[in-house]
């Protein structure tokens, strides 16, 4: 009696144990192969921003680090944190699309052979199929690294962005200080108009001033009066923008004596510093760094598409093949070289398979396209994307050197005006002291000691504002070089 070439049917249950067997060690070998490219998992977004800078000391009014305490609660700063969060899930995303996928599925037919006299026949048969991105160059793995960059970035504008709604607020509130203060000294210049035109009538009367000297004091009266509207108007209107930036109704201190000063920020460093600081943490250079890398990875992946031909190989075991031509229990794998992906596949059909003979099989296939494929044109194209993205790298470091100098120079000249300030102050205190003491001789009138009260008024006011304005400057600096901590004095993660 001749031998059977094939070996003995195995059991059922032995197969479905080599079967599920094998499956396994080609999915650990392919795990542990993708390990290495694996990027870390991401650090907790509890606390996702750089830590400021130490070269730049903050001090914070307690009410001012109420009004940004409120501003953490702007629509706009959540808009910011969804952001990074969006940016969060979509690395989450990548990264599950360059893990392990697994699909279970079912396929089901029925068959009559022949047609005449044959019988309906049912054949359903499982298959779980396993997917995982091995190779470095895979697309899944390069969109974990881009999507890893787009979350650098996101980062960092997050911290910008808190940053500039930091300033924003601090700029909105000394527009509501300095549209109080206007509207202070407007009710003072109205006063005092209306004093001189009292005082101007009279003397009509008594015939010791010509008509149009009135006519001047009521004019002056109207412009007063048109001054202190203006005034109104703009506080009420620092009063909506306050509102709007933070998202809430305000309450603002109905003196302008009532407003905390903004932040004071100590800069310490010299200009070449702060440049160099601000071009490695701005949020435009983090975005123009994270497009020449996406830049840099399609051109690595179009120069491998163009060099690499687009090779398969595989293997199947198990029951290959029964009398009637259907397969049985099988596994299968394969490794594509060029889109670095390894499958695999566990088929199980719902029939008696035992008298089905095993047998392996093994798979190679190439192709190679040699004309109309346009790879070359693409890695041109590629070339020339990566050359665009150093481009616009070149010229984002480029602004913010402009915008660093810009605010240097602002924060030189607001600190020069402020000693002139602090000296017109020292003079209109020096000449009200004249002017008290003329009238005590009787050289001055009433009226002439009003008006350089209202003078001192003015040059207090002017010099609050300048120091707030130098302050802000400073602020602006600050921010510029992404020294400014956006979440000083408000209770945040640090």
Same mark, same amino acid.
């Given at each position: 009696m001749p031998q059977s070439k094939f070996p003995p049917p195995q059991p059922a249950g032995r197969l479905r144990r080599r079967t599920l067997l094998l499956g396994l060690s080609l999915l650990a070998a392919a795990q542990a192969q993708q390990t290495p490219t694996t990027p870390a998992p991401l650090a907790t977004p509890a606390s996702p921003l750089p830590a400021a800078s130490p070269l730049s000391a903050v001090t914070v009014a307690p009410e001012f680090a109420e009004l940004l305490a409120a501003l953490r609660r702007s629509p706009d700063w959540r808009a910011a944190d969804l952001k990074f969060r969006s940016a969060q899930l979509t690395l989450d995303s990548a990264r599950t699309r360059a893990g392990l996928n697994l699909t279970a599925g079912a396929d089901a037919s029925l068959t009559r052979f022949p047609w005449e006299g044959g019988s309906w026949t049912g054949a359903t048969t499982l298959t779980v199929t396993a997917g995982l991105s091995v190779l470095p160059w895979s697309a899944a793995l390069e969109g974990v690294r881009g999507a890893q960059r =787009?979350?650098?970035?996101a980062a960092v504008e997050l911290r910008a962005t808190r940053a500039a709604l930091t300033l924003q607020a601090a700029q909105a509130y000394e527009t509501a200080r300095s549209a109080a203060a206007a509207q202070e000294l407007a009710d003072a210049q109205l006063a005092l108009a209306t004093r001189q035109l009292e005082v101007a009538q009279a003397q009509r009367t008594q015939g010791l001033l010509p008509a149009e000297a009135v006519l001047g004091q009521q004019a002056a009266l109207e412009n007063a009066r048109a001054a202190q509207g203006r005034a109104a108007r703009a506080a009420a209107q620092a009063t909506r923008a306050l509102t709007r930036l933070l998202g809430?109704?305000?309450t603002l201190p109905a003196q302008a004596a009532g407003f905390a000063p903004p932040p004071q920020v100590t800069v310490t460093d010299d200009l070449s510093i702060l440049? =160099?600081?601000?071009?490695?943490?701005?949020?435009?250079v983090a975005r123009a760094r994270a497009g020449l890398g996406d830049a840099q990875a399609g051109l690595s992946a179009a120069q491998l598409d163009a060099r690499l031909p687009d090779l398969t190989a595989g293997v199947r075991a198990g029951q290959l093949v029964d009398a009637q031509g259907n397969a049985g229990r099988t596994v299968s794998g394969s490794l594509n070289l060029k889109a670095g992906t390894l499958g695999a596949q566990v088929s199980l059909p719902l029939r008696?398979?035992?008298a089905a003979p095993n047998g392996v099989a093994l798979s190679l296939s190439a192709?190679?396209?040699?004309?109309?494929?346009g790879r070359g044109l693409a890695v041109t194209q590629a070339e020339l994307g990566a050359a665009q993205a150093q481009l616009a790298l070149d010229s984002a470091l480029q602004s913010v050197e402009l915008d660093v100098r810009s605010r240097f120079d602002t924060w030189t000249d607001e600190r020069a005006a402020l000693n002139a300030a602090r000296l017109n102050d020292e003079q209109a205190r020096t000449a009200l002291g004249s002017a008290r003491a003329r009238l005590d001789a009787g050289l001055i009138t009433a009226l002439d000691l009003q008006q350089a009260e209202l003078t001192v008024r003015q040059s207090a006011l002017n010099l609050t504002a300048q120091q707030n304005a130098a302050a802000l400057a400073a602020l602006a600096l600050a921010q510029a070089t992404?020294?400014?901590d956006p979440l000083l004095a408000t209770g945040g993660p640090r």
């Open positions: =787009a979350l650098d970035s809430q109704p305000v440049i =160099a600081r601000a071009q490695q943490r701005r949020p435009e008696d398979t035992s192709s190679l396209p040699l004309l109309g494929s992404t020294d400014l």
